[in-house]
């Protein structure tokens, strides 16, 4: 997405905008999780798909950051969501 973003920025055509858009879309409907309760949005750090069973996966599991937090995926969201005002 975040290339999708910077090729619209650079040319203005809104077909890499609708990329951007769509993929953005796709984040939040597939990769997070919103804790009510808190208020706070987390996003997975994956999808394991097998068929039509869909198991996300919150937590890396590789040893340096096991049962953390990962949210290094929303800046994407957030620069593939942003329109220049220009």
């Known amino acids: 997405m975040y290339g999708f973003a910077t090729a619209y920025m650079m040319t203005g055509d809104e077909r890499f905008l609708e990329g951007a858009e769509r993929g953005t879309e796709y984040l939040r409907e597939h990769m997070r999780f919103l804790d009510v309760d808190e208020?706070?949005?987390?996003?997975?750090?994956g999808?394991?798909?097998?068929g039509r069973q869909e198991t996300k996966i919150f937590a890396s599991e590789f040893g340096d950051d096991f049962d953390g937090i990962p949210a290094?995926?929303?800046i994407y969201a957030l620069r593939g969501r942003s329109r220049p005002t220009a």
């Not at 208020?39 to 750090?45: A, C, G, L, Q």
């Not at 999808?47 to 097998?50: A, E, P």
């Open 39 to 45: 208020n706070i949005v987390y996003w997975y750090h």
């Open 47 to 50: 999808i394991d798909v097998h």
């Open 72 to 74: 290094y995926e929303q």
